[in-house]
């Protein structure tokens, strides 16, 4: 297939890589000017996309997703995919969607999980928002770039998807290090308080699969002095998104709304820019009640 890649960065450059790697035709363009084994890069992302069965984005924000897609959707042939896997607002992502279809293309918003490591193992899950059209032509590279790629409906709703679950995230990664926290002062040992947790009803990701206590539980960021992983600033991203989209639907979110205010304070106040967002439990640790 002829693929356009535009946006090679952290996740984009080896997903794009991995494209070229199963044989597709990957042509891309990054304003850093990057190098991608296999890719070949292009001098604007307008000509990146000329005869392009799919073009792929992977951008940091809904701005820079809008100027992108006005630049590429008029240079894109007609019954083409436009697949955007970039974390953006929701708004943003129905905007370019409407775009997209009243050009004749096909338009799936399709932000991913599972990190740089996913993007480089081609493990990432995808949700995707958009036609189901578009969404069976996308579904082979889907299977090439990630291990799952789950149909949320239309437009926007891969977004959706992408938020909402990231909110529970940011919300059980903050409630499970404030109880290691509190579990230190009670005295009671980190490993005794995993096996307890990791098997009871205050289970989660956080806890089992990615426990913020270094030394206990599976390998994760926490035994490798909290080098991340997810960054605790790409929560607070997400965050700040969900709590966009809640605004703008009337939905009560108010612990997401004290997870965001949480990761706002830790990124932009205290030491947790460029830090593991599971960093918060050596916070908590370090603190008192007042
Ligand atoms: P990144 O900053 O490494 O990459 C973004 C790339 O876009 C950069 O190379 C930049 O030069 C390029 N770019 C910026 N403006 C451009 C333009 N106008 N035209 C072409 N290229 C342009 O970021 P990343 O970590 O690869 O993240 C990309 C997206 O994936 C973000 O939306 C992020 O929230 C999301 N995401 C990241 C992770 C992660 O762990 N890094 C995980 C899941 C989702």
């Not at 984009?12 to 070229?20: H, S, T």
């Not at 409906?153 to 059980?172: D, E, F, R």
Request: proline share 4%.
């Amino acid at each position: 297939m002829k693929i356009a890649f535009i946006g090679l960065g952290n996740m984009g450059g080896p997903m794009a890589a991995n494209l070229a790697r199963a044989g597709h035709e990957v042509t891309g363009f990054d304003t850093a000017g990057v190098e991608i084994e296999g890719v070949t890069m292009a001098a604007s992302a307008a000509d990146s996309v000329r005869g392009a069965e799919v073009a792929i984005t992977m951008l940091p924000n809904g701005d820079i997703l809008r100027r992108v897609a006005s630049e590429i959707i008029p240079a894109m042939n007609a019954g083409a995919v436009h697949l955007d896997c970039s974390t953006v607002d929701v708004d943003s992502a129905r905007a370019v969607g409407e775009q997209a279809l009243a050009a004749g293309l096909s338009a799936l918003d399709a932000p991913v999980s599972g990190g740089v490591g996913g993007a480089t193992d081609g493990t990432l899950t995808f949700m995707v928002g958009g036609d189901e059209a578009g969404f069976e032509k996308a579904r082979p590279l889907f299977d090439i770039m990630g291990k799952k790629a789950v149909h949320c409906g239309p437009s926007g709703n891969g977004q959706a998807a992408k938020i909402c679950n990231n909110m529970i995230l940011g919300i059980t990664m903050i409630g499970t290090c404030e109880a290691f926290a509190l579990a230190d002062k009670l005295g009671l040992d980190r490993q005794a308080m995993f096996d307890v947790v990791s098997t009871s009803s205050g289970s989660s990701w956080s806890m089992n699969t990615y426990c913020p206590a270094p030394g206990v539980g599976p390998k994760s960021p926490a035994d490798n002095d909290y080098k991340p992983g997810f960054a605790a600033d790409l929560m607070l991203k997400d965050l700040r998104l969900a709590m966009q989209a809640a605004t703008g639907a009337d939905a009560d979110t108010p612990l997401g709304q004290a997870a965001a205010d949480l990761y706002a304070r830790f990124v932009e106040e205290e030491d947790g820019s460029g830090r593991d967002f599971s960093a918060m439990l050596p916070r908590f640790a370090s603190r008192g009640r007042g």
